[in-house]
């Protein structure tokens, strides 16, 4: 298993035993990492989200909180108040600008939308709340050798083998090779699913109605 986006690379160059592919790698890394950040697994799915928010401020950017951009889906989010953590009602943009001009003053967050990459509160917070986000979201992009993320530890075999995939097919033209890329992504990727099934599962039965 890598550590770093460098041992990521380097693992692919020595597969495929060579040595002058540095950009084509690179870039087969980055879209592999793409297509599977659109997918909800057990470490880009988190609860422990938060950031605070600001008197008579509405929207929420990436220079509130970091992750705000990268946000695929926001799962709930809620503001503690004294012993109780109250959920915030959803609404669509267009709903949310109808809500938001009807109100008068500020207070506790009640709604919330996401919209421009931004979340956006109403009622418009009249002082610091500390929310907490539940949300799948993307990692920052890697660039750096050094950088490391999941990407490059705990799903590291599905990235390499679907960059692997990639370089056969669009680069090197190695059709056997891309057949056994194939044959392998859908092993790994089905048992990164199974972990974050199992990681992820509350362990409660939910009854079906027959």
């Given at each position: 298993?890598?550590?770093?986006?460098?041992?990521?690379?380097?693992?692919?160059?020595?597969?495929?035993?060579?040595?002058?592919?540095?950009?084509?790698?690179?870039?087969?890394?980055?879209?592999?990492?793409?297509?599977?950040?659109?997918?909800?697994?057990?470490?880009?799915?988190?609860?422990?989200?938060?950031?605070?928010?600001?008197?008579?401020?509405?929207?929420?950017?990436?220079?509130?909180?970091?992750?705000?951009?990268?946000?695929?889906?926001?799962?709930?989010?809620?503001?503690?108040?004294?012993?109780?953590?109250?959920?915030?009602?959803?609404?669509?943009?267009?709903?949310?600008?109808?809500?938001?001009?009807?109100?008068?003053?500020?207070?506790?967050?009640?709604?919330?939308?996401?919209?421009?990459?931004?979340?956006?509160?109403?009622?418009?917070?009249?002082?610091?709340?500390?929310?907490?986000?539940?949300?799948?979201?993307?990692?920052?992009?890697?660039?750096?050798?050094?950088?490391?993320?999941?990407?490059?530890?705990d799903a590291e075999e599905l990235i390499r083998?679907?960059?692997?995939?990639?370089?056969?097919?669009?680069?090197?033209?190695?059709?056997?090779?891309?057949?056994?890329?194939?044959?392998?992504?859908?092993?790994?990727?089905?048992?990164?699913?199974?972990?974050?099934?199992?990681?992820?599962?509350?362990?409660?039965?939910?009854?079906?109605?027959?």
């Open positions: 298993m890598a550590g770093t986006l460098a041992d990521l690379q380097a693992r692919i160059a020595t597969d495929l035993t060579r040595s002058v592919l540095t950009s084509q790698i690179a870039n087969a890394v980055t879209d592999a990492v793409n297509f599977y950040a659109r997918e909800r697994f057990w470490f880009n799915t988190s609860r422990s989200l938060t950031f605070n928010t600001v008197a008579s401020q509405i929207a929420y950017t990436v220079s509130d909180y970091s992750v705000i951009p990268l946000l695929v889906k926001i799962d709930a989010l809620f503001v503690p108040q004294a012993q109780s953590v109250l959920p915030l009602d959803r609404y669509e943009p267009a709903d949310f600008e109808m809500l938001n001009n009807a109100s008068t003053g500020g207070g506790i967050p009640k709604a919330f939308t996401y919209v421009d990459q931004a979340i956006r509160l109403w009622p418009t917070p009249n002082t610091v709340f500390a929310m907490i986000l539940h949300a799948h979201y993307k990692f920052p992009a890697l660039v750096n050798g050094s950088d490391t993320n999941a990407w490059t530890t083998s679907h960059a692997k995939l990639l370089l056969y097919t669009d680069v090197l033209e190695d059709q056997d090779g891309a057949s056994r890329m194939s044959q392998k992504v859908p092993v790994l990727l089905a048992n990164l699913r199974a972990e974050s099934s199992s990681r992820m599962s509350n362990g409660i039965i939910k009854p079906v109605d027959f």
